[in-house]
């Protein structure tokens, strides 16, 4: 499926059809869990994820990927919302920083993170390899832990992005911060 004509439909019963169709497929080849779907913002042409997002809208993205992963968990098969979050490059993206102002990162990029979480229930969020500011996305408490789980009720798991011996991961500080688990190689 194409996010972006997905998001175009403004049709939530349509996206939560989708979702369980996906989760329906996952079932068939046996997957209990999907790592996605990708709701960073679409902000510009250079993104390498651009495939991946809905929108540039954070609200249209939220309710979008929200409906989606309620029909996609409907059918038991968990998603893992992915790139939380300011993820803007794909090159030399390990350990860049990101810089924004708190009303900025949640009026636009928290905003379909915090839709996907209320509306869709999401059981997972995969955190990024940025930094918002000077700190790792998968180390932030305030981000993972206050406002994911304190703020929005958030109960399920978060996981790092693929590892692979980047050294932009300090297991210590993102278990400290509620990253539940690390991705490996």
Known sequence: TCNGIVAATFNTDLMERLG???GEECLWVGYAGIYGYGINLLRGAYNGRAFEYYSE????TG???GYETKGTQAKGVYVILKHGVLNDQETN???ICSWANEQTIRENYLLPFEKAVKTGGTLGIMS???RIGS???SGSYNLLTNVLRNEWGFKGCVISDYNNNIPVLCPDEAIRAGNDL???A
């Open 20 to 22: 369980a169709q996906i």
């Open 57 to 60: 809208d954070g609200f249209l």
């Open 63 to 65: 309710i979008t990927s």
């Open 93 to 95: 993206r390990y350990g």
């Open 128 to 130: 990024s390899y940025n």
């Open 135 to 137: 700190t790792r996305t």
């Open 182 to 184: 690390l991705m490996e």
